[in-house]
């Protein structure tokens, strides 16, 4: 499973973009890229995922440059609902293989008015 | 909606005495996972099944065991809990992952279990 590294905090004002950026040099080319949102005493939602380009949906977009050792998850207009931790994760669900699913440190997002 | 709930959301023991925590899912998943999460810090994988094929991570503790009796319902005991394992549970479920999809898993809400 490929190593993750994000920032472990940011801050940002309420209806700014913001952008989190993850550093996964060793993704091999089966991963894909996946990212969580999780609030205090809540478990972690999924937010979006992504192979490589760009994908987007109702809630965020999933930069992935062409080499795929990064990718930056892009929130719209935040709001201070959008206080959270944020994780990446990197890898692919195939219990044929003996991977872990390991959780990095994430992101400590803040957004204030 | 189909969801995963977990019961109780917030579990108090005793030193020593054993918990059981469960977990139920309407979402027709195969593979469910528990998850310990302490404050400040990342989930930790405790174990998963794949259906009924059981897999522990090397390094969770042999106190704490997991059964899944059918398709929905899972759970995770505690044999003899120490202050150690103070933190919030998390369950999750996820399709057997054979497309090669990515780590899209569905979390419950947690329990959050105090030991005293």
């Known amino acids: 499973l490929a190593k993750t590294t994000q920032p472990i905090s940011m801050d940002s004002y309420e209806g700014q973009e913001v952008n989190i950026t993850c550093s996964h040099n060793?993704?091999?080319?089966?991963?894909?890229i996946t990212w969580y949102q999780q609030f205090p005493s809540q478990g972690p939602r999924f937010i979006i995922q992504?192979?490589?380009t760009k994908v987007t949906n109702e809630v965020a977009s999933l930069f992935i440059p062409a080499d795929r050792k990064s990718s930056t998850l892009s929130l719209p207009r935040v709001s201070l609902s959008d206080t959270a931790v944020y994780y990446c994760?990197?890898?692919?669900?195939?219990?044929?293989?003996?991977?872990?699913?390991?959780f990095g440190k994430g992101t400590r997002l803040h957004i204030l008015p | 909606d189909a969801m995963v709930i977990q019961n109780p959301r917030y579990q108090v023991t005793q030193f020593g005495k054993p918990v059981t925590l469960s977990c139920s899912q309407t979402?027709?998943?195969?593979?469910m996972y528990w998850y310990q999460q302490k404050s400040s810090q990342a989930p930790k994988l405790l174990f998963h099944?794949?259906?009924?094929?059981?897999?522990n991570e090397a390094d969770t503790p042999d106190n704490f065991q997991s059964r899944r009796p059918n398709t929905s319902f899972c759970f995770l005991d505690i044999r003899s809990p120490g202050l150690g394992d103070a933190a919030m549970y998390l369950c999750?479920?996820?399709?057997?992952?054979?497309?090669?999809?990515?780590?899209?898993?569905?979390f419950g809400p947690g329990t959050r279990l105090t030991v005293t």
């Open positions: 979402l027709n998943h195969n593979v």
């Open positions: 992504g192979y490589k």
């Open positions: 099944y794949y259906d009924k094929d059981f897999n």
């Open positions: 060793n993704i091999a080319t089966n991963d894909y």
């Open positions: 994760l990197v890898g692919v669900l195939n219990f044929n293989r003996d991977d872990k699913i390991i």
């Open positions: 999750a479920t996820s399709s057997d992952g054979t497309l090669e999809e990515g780590y899209e898993q569905y």
